[in-house]
């Protein structure tokens, strides 16, 4: 008696809990997917993070041409006889008394109370607008970084849909080929209990729908865990089973046998080299002279909170670093090694996208091929199997016979639709390495 309770208990839970999962499921276009990636992905968003930054510190640059001002505010208090009579001096409040000499030597105590503007002009330096324009290169590079990001997210998205519905196409045939294997236990039990089959027939049936049944449930799951991926790329919470809408794709071949020179990632280490242009001229630059303006505005007064005697300095400063010890010279090596370096990477990561567009253009017409192939496969398995099924009906031929010719049917389906996996995918991939800015 427990023991039934048990078993009710059981399916009472699996049939709540495919209740559940029944709410939660959701039909997904591909298109929608792609979308809500694009708007939620994390990866996506670290990509446009790294930009904000970029463009942050490209902002920075515009203190070459702005000019920088400064207010203090300052207390001194001192009997140190240069700086006692130099207060005086500030607040315009020197004596005839003050020059004698006994009030020179030892002044006391002598307070000034300071307040000063200062403001700072750029005039002319060279070498900052060139570092400026160096800066903005690098906020096109973390541009073109954040949309090859992009573009790797829509891929990821479509592979991981195109997989999704070929789960559902493998839960789909697995069911056929449960309901076939049932089909045929439950005429192979019949025939056992006439007396015209053996029971080692019945047993070989019984194994086969274990095995469907298991590879069945195996499917099941794995459309949980592609949905849980899915998400995942959408940044949205998991638990959510997707069904998917066929996907129809273009399959047209392209005429762009070598990588694009538009693509984003190869123009982002043009950029980044066109960068390094500019910062060497920047270093070189710097040992040119540097025109400055500047100027301050001071009140001084022995009172802590008075505002006396007034003045004013401005001027300007031309300045020239005529040799610092070839620190610039070694500068300019350094960064023209490391943009001759990126120039290596340039020209390696074209080199390896021409071998790899070949290469996928290459597997796209094998699988192309191999649906043909495929597709003929079934059809002969189909009325491989039909035939089989029929004579075993007849008592022609022995159960091991027709369990193989049902295995062999579905092994054939499933490969084909391997194939068409194998194609969309590489399609996908194909778009992914020809794609333009």
Not at 187 to 214: H, P, W
Not at 286 to 305: E, H, I, T
Not at 377 to 399: D, K
């Amino acid at each position: 008696m427990v023991h039934k309770k048990q078993v009710f208990f059981y399916f009472f839970i699996c049939a709540f809990l495919g209740s559940k999962a029944q709410d939660t499921a959701k039909v997904l276009q591909l298109t929608d997917a792609i979308k809500s990636a694009v708007e939620q992905n994390r990866q996506i968003s670290l990509a446009k993070k790294d930009e904000q930054i970029a463009q942050a510190q490209f902002k920075q640059t515009e203190a070459i041409w702005l000019p920088q001002i400064n207010f203090s505010y300052t207390g001194f208090t001192t009997n140190q006889p240069l700086n006692a009579f130099g207060f005086k001096l500030q607040q315009a409040n020197v004596q005839q008394a003050d020059f004698n000499p006994a009030v020179l030597n030892h002044p006391g105590s002598t307070g000034n109370t300071l307040t000063q503007l200062s403001l700072q002009q750029p005039i002319f330096n060279q070498d900052l607008t060139y570092m400026r324009r160096a800066a903005l290169k690098q906020t096109e590079v973390y541009a073109l970084q954040a949309k090859r990001t992009k573009e790797a997210v829509e891929m990821q998205v479509t592979n991981t849909y195109l997989q999704l519905e070929f789960t559902y196409e493998v839960v789909h045939l697995l069911k056929e080929v449960l309901k076939t294997v049932q089909e045929m236990h439950r005429f192979t039990n019949d025939r056992y209990n006439q007396g015209l089959l053996q029971k080692s027939d019945v047993l070989n049936v019984e194994v086969q729908v274990k095995a469907a049944e298991t590879n069945l449930a195996e499917a099941q799951s794995q459309i949980n865990n592609i949905s849980n991926q899915l998400s995942l790329l959408m940044n949205t919470p998991p638990g959510v089973v997707y069904q998917t809408i066929p996907v129809v794709m273009n399959l047209n071949e392209t005429n762009a046998l070598n990588v694009s020179t538009d693509r984003a990632d190869v123009k982002a280490l043009s950029t980044a080299v066109s960068a390094y242009d500019l910062a060497i001229k920047s270093t070189k630059m710097s040992m040119f002279p540097k025109l400055n303006g500047f100027a301050n505005y001071q009140l001084n007064d022995k009172s802590l909170v008075g505002f006396g005697a007034n003045s004013y300095m401005a001027g300007l400063q031309l300045s020239w670093d005529i040799f610092k010890g070839n620190q610039t010279k070694n500068k300019v090596a350094v960064q023209q090694l490391e943009k001759n370096k990126l120039q290596e990477q340039l020209q390696d990561q074209i080199a390896k996208g021409n071998v790899e567009i070949r290469k996928t253009m290459a597997d796209l017409h094998d699988a192309a091929y191999k649906i043909d192939q495929q597709t003929k496969a079934v059809e002969q398995a189909a009325e491989a199997l039909r035939i089989m099924q029929n004579r075993y009906s007849q008592g022609l031929v022995n159960t091991t016979d027709l369990l193989m010719a049902q295995t062999q049917w579905a092994q054939q389906k499933m490969l084909k639709a391997q194939a068409v996996l194998m194609q969309k995918s590489t399609a996908t991939y194909l778009q992914f390495l020809t794609t333009n800015y």
